[in-house]
Protein backbone atom coordinates (compact mmCIF):
# COMPACT_ATOMS: atom_id res chain seq x y z
CA UNK A 1 0.00 0.00 0.00
CA UNK A 2 1.50 3.57 -1.21
CA UNK A 3 -0.37 6.01 1.05
CA UNK A 4 -0.19 10.14 0.05
CA UNK A 5 -1.76 12.05 2.73
CA UNK A 6 -1.84 15.94 1.60
CA UNK A 7 1.05 15.54 -0.39
CA UNK A 8 2.80 19.03 -1.84
CA UNK A 9 5.84 20.34 -3.04
CA UNK A 10 7.00 23.10 -4.35
CA UNK A 11 9.53 24.21 -6.46
CA UNK A 12 10.04 27.87 -5.83
CA UNK A 13 7.24 29.51 -8.14
CA UNK A 14 6.15 26.32 -9.07
CA UNK A 15 3.69 23.53 -7.34
CA UNK A 16 4.74 20.59 -8.67
CA UNK A 17 2.24 18.51 -6.79
CA UNK A 18 -0.19 20.09 -4.47
CA UNK A 19 -2.61 18.10 -1.64
CA UNK A 20 -2.57 14.89 -3.13
CA UNK A 21 -4.29 12.67 -0.90
CA UNK A 22 -5.01 9.14 -2.42
CA UNK A 23 -4.48 5.39 -1.68
CA UNK A 24 -2.59 3.05 -4.12
CA UNK A 25 -3.86 -0.36 -2.76
CA UNK A 26 -2.41 -3.70 -3.29
CA UNK A 27 -3.46 -6.42 -5.64
CA UNK A 28 -4.11 -4.53 -8.84
CA UNK A 29 -1.72 -2.17 -11.41
CA UNK A 30 -3.27 1.45 -10.90
CA UNK A 31 -2.34 3.67 -13.28
CA UNK A 32 -0.65 6.98 -12.78
CA UNK A 33 -1.86 9.29 -15.42
CA UNK A 34 -0.94 12.80 -16.11
CA UNK A 35 -0.39 15.60 -18.18
CA UNK A 36 3.28 16.63 -19.17
CA UNK A 37 4.47 18.42 -16.14
CA UNK A 38 1.85 16.97 -13.88
CA UNK A 39 3.87 16.19 -11.21
CA UNK A 40 3.84 12.29 -11.46
CA UNK A 41 7.73 11.47 -11.46
CA UNK A 42 7.99 14.28 -8.50
CA UNK A 43 5.58 12.43 -6.60
CA UNK A 44 7.43 9.01 -6.82
CA UNK A 45 9.84 10.73 -5.87
CA UNK A 46 8.36 11.94 -2.86
CA UNK A 47 7.33 7.91 -2.24
CA UNK A 48 11.26 6.80 -2.30
CA UNK A 49 12.60 9.79 -0.29
CA UNK A 50 14.28 11.12 -3.40
CA UNK A 51 12.79 14.84 -2.62
CA UNK A 52 11.13 16.15 0.37
CA UNK A 53 7.47 16.93 0.65
CA UNK A 54 6.74 20.98 1.20
CA UNK A 55 3.71 19.96 3.21
CA UNK A 56 2.49 16.15 3.81
CA UNK A 57 3.22 12.87 3.73
CA UNK A 58 4.23 10.08 1.33
CA UNK A 59 3.90 6.72 3.09
CA UNK A 60 4.94 2.85 1.80
CA UNK A 61 3.31 0.16 4.10
CA UNK A 62 2.38 3.44 6.98
CA UNK A 63 5.76 4.46 6.82
CA UNK A 64 7.97 6.93 5.13
CA UNK A 65 10.64 5.57 3.40
CA UNK A 66 13.39 7.10 5.40
CA UNK A 67 12.01 4.60 8.71
CA UNK A 68 12.11 1.79 6.18
CA UNK A 69 14.40 -1.04 7.80
CA UNK A 70 15.00 -2.89 4.51
CA UNK A 71 13.76 -0.43 1.39
CA UNK A 72 14.70 -2.69 -1.18
CA UNK A 73 12.85 -5.17 0.14
CA UNK A 74 9.54 -3.02 1.02
CA UNK A 75 9.30 -1.02 -2.32
CA UNK A 76 11.23 -1.53 -5.51
CA UNK A 77 11.62 1.25 -8.49
CA UNK A 78 12.59 2.43 -12.12
CA UNK A 79 12.16 6.10 -11.89
CA UNK A 80 15.28 6.40 -14.60
CA UNK A 81 16.13 4.12 -17.01
CA UNK A 82 19.27 5.71 -18.09
CA UNK A 83 20.79 6.28 -14.49
CA UNK A 84 23.16 3.27 -14.89
CA UNK A 85 26.86 3.43 -14.81
CA UNK A 86 28.57 3.93 -18.86
CA UNK A 87 31.03 1.46 -18.00
CA UNK A 88 29.30 -1.43 -15.74
CA UNK A 89 27.71 -4.43 -17.27
CA UNK A 90 23.94 -4.51 -15.90
CA UNK A 91 25.08 -7.65 -13.99
CA UNK A 92 27.69 -6.11 -12.55
CA UNK A 93 25.28 -2.96 -11.38
CA UNK A 94 22.84 -5.47 -10.49
CA UNK A 95 25.24 -7.81 -8.21
CA UNK A 96 26.63 -4.34 -6.81
CA UNK A 97 23.23 -3.34 -5.85
CA UNK A 98 22.41 -6.73 -4.40
CA UNK A 99 25.81 -7.47 -2.07
CA UNK A 100 25.25 -3.63 -0.35
CA UNK A 101 21.30 -4.89 0.49
CA UNK A 102 22.59 -8.39 1.49
CA UNK A 103 20.54 -10.05 -1.16
CA UNK A 104 22.60 -12.99 -2.25
CA UNK A 105 24.23 -12.85 -5.62
CA UNK A 106 21.61 -15.80 -7.35
CA UNK A 107 18.97 -13.33 -7.27
CA UNK A 108 20.57 -11.63 -9.50
CA UNK A 109 20.18 -14.39 -12.33
CA UNK A 110 16.24 -14.72 -11.29
CA UNK A 111 15.57 -11.01 -11.40
CA UNK A 112 17.55 -10.94 -15.39
CA UNK A 113 15.48 -13.76 -16.77
CA UNK A 114 12.28 -12.34 -14.92
CA UNK A 115 13.24 -8.94 -16.84
CA UNK A 116 13.75 -11.02 -19.82
CA UNK A 117 17.93 -10.31 -20.35
CA UNK A 118 19.99 -13.08 -21.27
CA UNK A 119 23.48 -13.24 -20.52
CA UNK A 120 24.79 -11.82 -23.47
CA UNK A 121 22.59 -8.26 -22.62
CA UNK A 122 23.31 -8.80 -19.28
CA UNK A 123 26.68 -8.70 -19.78
CA UNK A 124 26.96 -5.29 -22.14
CA UNK A 125 28.22 -2.27 -20.54
CA UNK A 126 25.29 0.53 -19.86
CA UNK A 127 26.34 2.86 -22.11
CA UNK A 128 25.90 0.21 -24.94
CA UNK A 129 22.41 -0.75 -24.12
CA UNK A 130 19.22 0.23 -25.83
CA UNK A 131 16.52 2.44 -23.77
CA UNK A 132 14.34 -0.95 -23.97
CA UNK A 133 17.02 -2.97 -22.47
CA UNK A 134 17.74 -0.32 -19.85
CA UNK A 135 14.39 0.03 -19.33
CA UNK A 136 14.21 -4.01 -18.70
CA UNK A 137 17.40 -3.64 -16.38
CA UNK A 138 15.98 -1.12 -13.98
CA UNK A 139 13.22 -3.23 -14.01
CA UNK A 140 15.42 -6.23 -12.47
CA UNK A 141 16.53 -3.78 -10.27
CA UNK A 142 13.31 -2.96 -8.92
CA UNK A 143 12.13 -6.54 -8.22
CA UNK A 144 15.52 -7.67 -6.55
CA UNK A 145 14.65 -7.49 -3.45
CA UNK A 146 11.59 -8.77 -3.91
CA UNK A 147 9.48 -5.94 -2.80
CA UNK A 148 5.38 -5.97 -1.98
CA UNK A 149 5.40 -2.69 -3.35
CA UNK A 150 7.09 -1.32 -7.22
CA UNK A 151 6.31 1.81 -8.70
CA UNK A 152 7.31 2.01 -12.53
CA UNK A 153 7.68 4.92 -14.05
CA UNK A 154 6.95 5.11 -17.90
CA UNK A 155 8.10 1.46 -18.15
CA UNK A 156 6.80 1.45 -21.84
CA UNK A 157 9.23 4.04 -23.39
CA UNK A 158 11.41 2.79 -25.30
CA UNK A 159 9.81 -0.43 -26.15
CA UNK A 160 9.02 -2.16 -29.03
CA UNK A 161 5.59 -4.19 -28.95
CA UNK A 162 6.77 -7.73 -27.79
CA UNK A 163 8.15 -4.86 -24.92
CA UNK A 164 4.92 -3.36 -24.21
CA UNK A 165 2.59 -6.84 -23.86
CA UNK A 166 5.58 -8.13 -21.39
CA UNK A 167 5.08 -5.20 -19.50
CA UNK A 168 1.66 -5.70 -19.08
CA UNK A 169 1.71 -9.26 -18.60
CA UNK A 170 4.69 -8.51 -15.83
CA UNK A 171 2.65 -5.55 -13.83
CA UNK A 172 -0.60 -8.28 -13.79
CA UNK A 173 1.63 -11.33 -12.28
CA UNK A 174 3.04 -8.82 -9.95
CA UNK A 175 -0.19 -7.12 -8.76
CA UNK A 176 -2.05 -10.94 -8.90
CA UNK A 177 0.61 -12.04 -6.41
CA UNK A 178 -1.07 -9.17 -4.07
CA UNK A 179 1.84 -6.86 -4.68
CA UNK A 180 0.95 -2.47 -5.21
CA UNK A 181 1.84 -2.06 -8.82
CA UNK A 182 1.82 2.43 -9.82
CA UNK A 183 2.38 2.26 -13.17
CA UNK A 184 3.05 6.20 -14.39
CA UNK A 185 2.17 6.63 -18.60
CA UNK A 186 1.13 9.56 -20.64
CA UNK A 187 -0.13 6.66 -22.95
CA UNK A 188 -3.91 6.03 -22.28
CA UNK A 189 -4.19 3.56 -24.93
CA UNK A 190 -1.37 1.29 -22.96
CA UNK A 191 -3.27 2.32 -19.71
CA UNK A 192 -6.58 1.03 -21.28
CA UNK A 193 -5.38 -2.45 -21.90
CA UNK A 194 -2.53 -2.37 -18.24
CA UNK A 195 -4.36 -0.85 -15.53
CA UNK A 196 -7.39 -1.93 -13.51
CA UNK A 197 -7.45 1.15 -11.73
CA UNK A 198 -6.16 4.95 -12.44
CA UNK A 199 -5.45 8.08 -10.56
CA UNK A 200 -5.14 10.80 -12.76
CA UNK A 201 -2.97 14.31 -11.62
CA UNK A 202 -3.07 17.72 -13.79
CA UNK A 203 -1.44 20.55 -12.27
CA UNK A 204 -0.45 18.44 -9.60
CA UNK A 205 -4.15 17.85 -8.35
CA UNK A 206 -6.14 14.75 -8.08
CA UNK A 207 -8.09 14.75 -10.94
CA UNK A 208 -9.89 11.22 -10.64
CA UNK A 209 -9.10 7.92 -8.87
CA UNK A 210 -11.42 5.39 -10.39
CA UNK A 211 -11.44 1.98 -11.54
CA UNK A 212 -10.64 2.12 -15.57
CA UNK A 213 -14.11 0.78 -16.26
CA UNK A 214 -15.62 4.06 -14.90
CA UNK A 215 -14.06 6.46 -15.85
CA UNK A 216 -14.43 5.13 -19.59
CA UNK A 217 -18.05 5.27 -18.72
CA UNK A 218 -17.95 8.87 -17.98
CA UNK A 219 -17.07 9.93 -21.80
CA UNK A 220 -19.58 7.05 -23.06
CA UNK A 221 -21.95 8.88 -25.42
CA UNK A 222 -25.31 6.88 -27.00
CA UNK A 223 -25.98 6.98 -30.93
CA UNK A 224 -29.61 7.72 -31.72
CA UNK A 225 -31.25 7.59 -34.96
CA UNK A 226 -34.94 7.30 -36.48
CA UNK A 227 -37.54 8.35 -39.21
CA UNK A 228 -39.47 11.22 -37.44
CA UNK A 229 -37.61 14.63 -36.95
CA UNK A 230 -40.19 15.73 -34.92
CA UNK A 231 -40.07 12.67 -32.41
CA UNK A 232 -36.69 12.82 -32.29
CA UNK A 233 -36.97 16.43 -31.12
CA UNK A 234 -39.46 15.58 -28.67
CA UNK A 235 -36.90 12.77 -27.57
CA UNK A 236 -34.27 15.35 -27.00
CA UNK A 237 -35.89 17.58 -25.22
CA UNK A 238 -37.18 15.67 -22.81
CA UNK A 239 -33.54 13.73 -22.84
CA UNK A 240 -31.73 17.72 -21.92
CA UNK A 241 -35.05 18.10 -19.78
CA UNK A 242 -33.36 15.04 -17.47
CA UNK A 243 -29.87 16.74 -17.61
CA UNK A 244 -28.46 14.88 -20.62
CA UNK A 245 -26.21 16.47 -23.14
CA UNK A 246 -27.84 16.52 -26.97
CA UNK A 247 -25.98 16.82 -30.10
CA UNK A 248 -27.48 16.74 -32.95
CA UNK A 249 -26.28 15.63 -36.26
CA UNK A 250 -28.37 17.08 -38.98
CA UNK A 251 -28.88 13.86 -40.36
CA UNK A 252 -31.71 12.25 -38.49
CA UNK A 253 -30.14 11.62 -35.22
CA UNK A 254 -28.24 12.94 -32.27
CA UNK A 255 -25.46 11.96 -30.05
CA UNK A 256 -26.59 12.01 -26.25
CA UNK A 257 -23.96 12.12 -23.06
CA UNK A 258 -25.18 11.87 -19.22
CA UNK A 259 -27.47 8.76 -20.08
CA UNK A 260 -27.64 4.89 -20.58
CA UNK A 261 -28.89 3.71 -23.97
CA UNK A 262 -31.57 1.72 -21.82
CA UNK A 263 -33.23 5.19 -20.59
CA UNK A 264 -33.01 6.53 -24.12
CA UNK A 265 -34.92 3.23 -25.44
CA UNK A 266 -37.39 4.10 -22.37
CA UNK A 267 -38.32 7.46 -23.53
CA UNK A 268 -38.69 6.55 -26.90
CA UNK A 269 -41.07 4.08 -25.73
CA UNK A 270 -43.01 6.55 -23.85
CA UNK A 271 -42.75 9.66 -26.03
CA UNK A 272 -44.10 7.03 -28.64
CA UNK A 273 -40.90 7.87 -31.13
CA UNK A 274 -39.38 4.96 -33.11
CA UNK A 275 -35.93 4.64 -33.27
CA UNK A 276 -33.74 2.87 -35.72
CA UNK A 277 -30.41 3.08 -34.22
CA UNK A 278 -29.77 3.20 -30.53
CA UNK A 279 -26.08 2.65 -30.08
CA UNK A 280 -23.82 2.79 -27.07
CA UNK A 281 -20.39 4.47 -27.82
CA UNK A 282 -17.87 3.63 -25.00
CA UNK A 283 -15.26 6.33 -25.04
CA UNK A 284 -11.41 5.17 -25.06
CA UNK A 285 -9.79 6.33 -22.42
CA UNK A 286 -7.92 9.12 -24.45
CA UNK A 287 -11.14 10.94 -24.85
CA UNK A 288 -12.08 10.40 -21.24
CA UNK A 289 -8.58 11.69 -19.90
CA UNK A 290 -8.86 14.69 -22.41
CA UNK A 291 -12.65 15.58 -20.76
CA UNK A 292 -10.93 15.16 -17.70
CA UNK A 293 -7.67 16.92 -18.07
CA UNK A 294 -8.56 19.61 -20.48
CA UNK A 295 -8.29 22.45 -17.69
CA UNK A 296 -5.27 21.34 -16.54
CA UNK A 297 -3.65 21.04 -20.17
CA UNK A 298 -5.59 24.54 -21.39
CA UNK A 299 -3.96 26.25 -18.24
CA UNK A 300 -0.55 24.69 -19.23
CA UNK A 301 -0.76 25.64 -22.81
CA UNK A 302 -2.08 29.93 -21.92
CA UNK A 303 -5.23 29.35 -22.90
CA UNK A 304 -7.55 31.57 -21.00
CA UNK A 305 -11.05 29.85 -20.00
N1 LIG B 1 13.98 19.71 -9.34
C1 LIG B 1 13.06 20.54 -9.83
N2 LIG B 1 13.22 21.87 -9.78
C2 LIG B 1 12.29 22.72 -10.26
N3 LIG B 1 11.14 22.32 -10.83
C3 LIG B 1 10.92 21.01 -10.92
C4 LIG B 1 11.85 20.04 -10.43
N4 LIG B 1 11.35 18.80 -10.67
C5 LIG B 1 10.15 18.97 -11.28
N5 LIG B 1 9.89 20.30 -11.43
C6 LIG B 1 8.66 20.87 -12.01
O1 LIG B 1 7.57 20.29 -11.37
C7 LIG B 1 6.50 20.02 -12.28
C8 LIG B 1 6.13 18.55 -12.24
O2 LIG B 1 7.18 17.78 -12.85
P1 LIG B 1 7.17 16.19 -12.92
O3 LIG B 1 8.42 15.78 -13.63
O4 LIG B 1 6.90 15.64 -11.58
O5 LIG B 1 5.93 15.92 -13.85
P2 LIG B 1 5.53 14.58 -14.63
O6 LIG B 1 4.06 14.44 -14.49
O7 LIG B 1 6.38 13.47 -14.18
O8 LIG B 1 5.85 14.99 -16.11
P3 LIG B 1 6.64 14.21 -17.25
O9 LIG B 1 5.70 13.17 -17.74
O10 LIG B 1 6.89 15.31 -18.25
O11 LIG B 1 7.89 13.71 -16.58
C9 LIG B 1 6.98 20.53 -13.63
O12 LIG B 1 6.49 21.85 -13.80
C10 LIG B 1 8.48 20.52 -13.48
O13 LIG B 1 9.06 21.49 -14.31
Redesign the pocket.
Known sequence: MITLRGLTKR?GP?T?VDDLTVDIAPGRVTGFL?P???????TMRMVLGLDAPTAGRALVAGRPYRELRRPLHEVGALLDARAVHPARSGRAHLLALARSNGIPGRRVDEVLALAGLDDRAAAKPGRALSLGMAQRLGIAGALLGDPPVLMFDEPVNGLDPDGVRWIRELTGRLAAEGRTVLVSS?LMSEMEQTAGHLVVIGRGRLIADAPVGELLATGGSVRVRGPQPEGLSRLAARLTAEGAAVDGDGAGGFTVTGVTAGRVGDLAYELGVVLHELTPVTATLEQAFMELTADAVEYASGVAR
Open positions: FVAGNGAGKSTH
